[in-house]
């Protein structure tokens, strides 16, 4: 792997309130939130930038609806004055959302990817930022998902559905790592 820049960004994918409605289920990861908050606090000390990514949903029954308490960050994950918040429509953050020219108006090419929902917009994200010519790291043990259903009623559990998830991103869009990992790069 390759050692992270001084300007390598992270993004953290929607930590807001609504991610923890019980209507989206079991999910798998449960120190997720741990470990983004020690990735964010290596990036606050090292100074490195910080992108919140908050989705505003287009449909009344999200959990992200805008006005209500679930488009919230999370208070353990709140912004900084001085960190970037992108807003989206779509799971992916780059899409239709200034990102990728905020990106490389400060020559950020590499990015570590936290966040939920990790087959959604983490996988979205991740998908677009390495076609777009990135360099992308997820952090596996800083993302999670929920027991899902497939198109023909079978139930994967959060897990499988996680490790897939991965590994589709492993193939061919990001490398693959652990909160670990990373912060032994950035001290």
Request: hydrophobic fraction near 40%; charged fraction near 20%.
């Given at each position: 792997?390759?050692?992270?820049?001084?300007?390598?960004?992270?993004?953290?994918?929607?930590?807001?309130?609504?991610?923890?409605?019980?209507?989206?289920?079991?999910?798998?990861?449960?120190?997720?939130?741990?470990?983004?908050?020690?990735?964010?606090?290596?990036?606050?000390?090292?100074?490195?930038p910080v992108v919140?990514?908050?989705?505003?949903?287009?449909?009344?029954?999200?959990?992200?609806?805008?006005?209500?308490?679930?488009?919230?960050?999370?208070?353990?994950?709140?912004?900084?004055?001085?960190?970037?918040?992108?807003?989206?429509?779509?799971?992916?953050?780059?899409?239709?959302?200034?990102?990728?020219?905020?990106?490389h108006a400060r020559?950020?090419?590499?990015?570590?990817?936290?966040?939920?929902?990790?087959?959604?917009?983490?996988?979205?994200?991740?998908?677009?930022?390495?076609?777009?010519?990135?360099?992308?790291?997820?952090?596996?043990?800083?993302?999670?998902?929920?027991?899902?259903?497939?198109?023909?009623?079978?139930?994967?559990?959060?897990?499988?559905?996680?490790?897939?998830?991965?590994?589709?991103?492993?193939?061919?869009?990001?490398?693959?790592?652990?909160?670990?990992?990373?912060?032994?790069?950035?001290?």
């Amino acid at each position: 792997m390759d050692s992270l820049h001084a300007n390598a960004a992270l993004l953290i994918i929607d930590m807001q309130e609504g991610i923890n409605h019980p209507k989206l289920g079991r999910r798998n990861n449960v120190d997720a939130e741990v470990h983004i908050q020690s990735l964010l606090a290596g990036w606050r000390q090292t100074g490195r930038p910080v992108v919140h990514v908050r989705h505003i949903s287009r449909s009344p029954e999200s959990v992200f609806w805008p006005g209500q308490p679930g488009c919230e960050f999370q208070p353990a994950l709140q912004p900084n004055p001085d960190e970037h918040v992108v807003e989206k429509n779509v799971p992916d953050a780059f899409a239709a959302s200034g990102l990728e020219c905020w990106l490389h108006a400060r020559a950020i090419r590499q990015l570590v990817v936290v966040g939920v929902i990790t087959n959604n917009s983490v996988e979205a994200t991740a998908r677009a930022a390495g076609c777009r010519g990135f360099e992308v790291r997820v952090v596996a043990d800083a993302c999670y998902t929920f027991d899902q259903k497939d198109l023909s009623g079978r139930l994967w559990g959060a897990e499988e559905v996680h490790a897939l998830s991965l590994s589709n991103l492993a193939m061919d869009y990001a490398q693959v790592v652990t909160t670990a990992d990373v912060l032994d790069q950035t001290a």
